[in-house]
C-alpha cells in the first residue's frame, strides 16, 4: 500500500492509471499506453521540451542562494517579466515578487492589501478558486475545495474560514446551453460597492468553476472596488502568458489591476513558481518600506531561469499566435460535441481553457463525500480508454480541457475525439434520470 497521502484532480477514491513518464503532449502509463495530456494548466511547452532540458540542466550548476541575497538573473527575469509579459502595456507596472505558487502568491498579495489598507475582509467572486494556502483558501469557494477532510458517506470536515469573507455576483457566459441568470449586469452587481466598502481586497479569476471572462463585468468589480478604497487583484495564475489566446486575460478591458498574480505555467512547467506584480501606485508607497515576508526557495536560481527560457520561447515561437488558432478548433468541436450529446449542459472557455459541464446535482451542494466517481470522473475514465487524459478539477458535473500550447491539430482532435467518447457514458446516466 502505497505510503503517499492522495488527493486526485478528479473526485473519487484512487486512480485506475499510474504515469511513469511524458513527453511532448503525451503521458507514459505504467501498463504501456501512451495518452494525450488534456488538462494541463502548468505545462505550456509539454513535456520534455528541449529548451526547458537544456534550462534544467545548467541552471543545476547553480549555487543554493536563498530569497534574501542578491542573484542576478532573478534581476534579469523580474525585467523579462516586465518586458515581455507587459510589453506596450506596461507604464502603469512598478515591480515583480517570485514566489512558490500561484496560492502563495494570491495568499501574499491579499495580505499585503491588507497591510496597505488596514482592513482585514476579502472578496471575489461565486464559485473562485484561488489556491489552497493560507487565506487563498478561504478565498476558494467551490465547496469541493474546503481544505479540510472530506468524508466517504458522511459530513465534510472543513478548514474554519477564520476571515470575513465577501462574495459578489460572477459573470455569466456560456458558448453553448443554459445561463442560469439572464438579468442585466448593472442589475446583478447592484449594490456593489456596498459588499466591498470594508474589504481590503477583490480579487477575481477567470476561468474557476468553468466561469470565463467579462471585460463589461472586470470595468464593473475594477470600478467598484477603486470607489470602495478595496485593491483589485487580477489572478492569473492559469491565465497569464497566452492560456486564453492574449498575454492576460485582463487586458480584455480598460481597466488595471492594483496588483497581478502569476503562477503555473510561468516557468514552462520545469519549476514551481508564482510571482507578484505590483503597480506603480504601489511601488511607489512603499519607497520607504519593506515588503516583510520571507520564504528559503521563492525565487530559487532554477525557478527563475526556466522563468526566463519559457519567456523567451513563448515569444520566439508565436505561441500566443498559436494559441488563437487552436481556439478556433476547440470552439467549433466542442460545440459540434455538445449538440452531439445531450448530457451536456454548458459548453464556456477561451483560447486553451475550455469547460464542459453535465446535467447534474447543483455544484453548490458538492463536497465529494463519496467514494463513489461522480459522473464527470466516469466521462474522464471512459475518456482514457479513448488515449486521453482529461481532468474535473475535483467537480462532481464538470471537466476542463487545457493542452499546451505546442499541440498539433490533429493531437487536439484526438483529445476532443476522447471526450466525445467519453461523454456517451454521461448520456446514458442522463438518460435513466429523465
Not at 498575454?247 to 502569476?262: E, K, L, Y
Not at 450529446?341 to 459548453?347: G, L, M
Request: proline share 4%.
Amino acid at each position: 500500500m502505497s505510503k503517499l497521502v492522495y488527493t486526485g484532480l478528479n473526485a473519487g477514491k484512487g486512480t485506475s492509471f499510474k504515469v511513469v513518464g511524458g513527453a511532448g503532449v503525451y503521458f507514459h502509463l505504467e501498463d504501456g499506453r501512451k495518452v494525450l495530456d488534456g488538462s494541463n494548466t502548468g505545462g505550456p511547452l509539454g513535456h520534455q521540451h528541449p529548451d526547458m532540458m537544456e534550462t534544467v540542466a545548467r541552471a543545476a550548476a547553480n549555487p543554493i542562494i536563498n530569497e534574501g541575497w542578491f542573484w542576478k538573473e532573478r534581476e534579469e527575469a523580474a525585467e523579462d517579466v516586465v518586458n515581455i509579459c507587459f510589453d506596450g502595456d506596461s507604464d502603469w507596472v512598478g515591480g515583480v515578487r517570485f514566489f512558490l505558487s500561484g496560492g502563495e502568491a494570491n495568499d501574499l498579495a491579499m495580505s499585503l492589501a491588507q497591510s496597505i489598507t488596514g482592513r482585514t475582509p476579502l472578496a471575489t467572486r461565486v464559485r473562485a478558486y484561488h489556491g489552497m494556502t493560507g487565506m487563498s483558501q478561504h478565498l476558494t469557494v467551490q465547496p469541493q475545495w474546503h481544505g479540510g477532510l472530506a468524508v466517504q458517506n458522511g459530513k465534510a470536515m472543513p478548514v474554519p474560514v477564520t476571515i470575513p469573507i465577501r462574495q459578489i455576483p460572477e459573470p455569466m457566459g456560456a458558448k453553448y446551453g443554459r445561463i442560469t441568470d439572464n438579468r442585466p449586469l448593472a442589475e446583478r452587481l447592484d449594490g456593489i460597492e456596498d459588499t466591498l466598502s470594508d474589504t481590503a481586497c477583490t480579487i477575481i479569476d477567470y476561468t474557476q468553476g468553468g466561469i470565463y471572462y467579462d471585460p463589461t463585468y472586470q470595468d464593473r468589480v475594477a470600478e467598484a472596488a477603486r470607489k470602495a478604497g478595496s485593491l483589485w487583484i487580477a489572478d492569473e495564475v492559469v491565465t497569464g502568458t497566452g492560456r486564453v489566446g492574449r498575454m492576460f486575460a485582463f487586458q480584455g478591458a480598460a481597466s488595471r489591476p492594483d496588483i497581478v498574480t502569476m503562477g503555473k505555467g510561468l516557468a514552462g512547467g520545469s519549476s514551481p513558481v508564482g510571482a507578484v506584480v505590483l503597480s506603480k501606485d504601489i511601488i511607489d508607497m512603499m519607497e520607504d518600506k519593506s515588503w516583510q515576508t520571507y520564504s528559503t526557495f521563492r525565487g530559487h536560481s532554477l525557478t527563475v531561469a526556466c522563468i526566463r527560457t519559457y519567456l523567451k520561447v513563448l515569444r520566439r515561437d508565436n505561441l500566443i499566435a498559436r494559441v488563437n488558432h487552436l481556439e478556433g478548433i476547440m470552439e467549433r468541436r466542442l460545440l459540434e460535441i455538445a449538440e452531439k450529446h445531450p448530457s451536456v449542459s454548458r459548453v464556456d472557455g477561451n483560447g486553451l481553457h475550455w469547460t464542459v459541464e453535465l446535467h447534474g446535482p447543483d455544484w453548490r451542494t458538492w463536497e465529494n463525500n463519496t467514494g463513489e466517481a461522480p459522473i464527470a470522473s466516469k466521462v474522464s475514465a471512459r475518456a482514457l480508454e479513448a488515449g486521453a487524459l482529461i481532468g474535473t478539477s475535483g467537480e462532481q458535473i464538470s471537466l476542463f480541457i487545457a493542452p499546451s500550447f505546442v499541440i498539433s491539430d490533429s493531437e487536439l482532435h484526438g483529445i476532443l475525439d476522447a471526450l466525445d467518447y467519453g461523454l456517451e457514458i454521461a448520456d446514458e446516466e442522463h438518460a435513466k434520470a429523465a
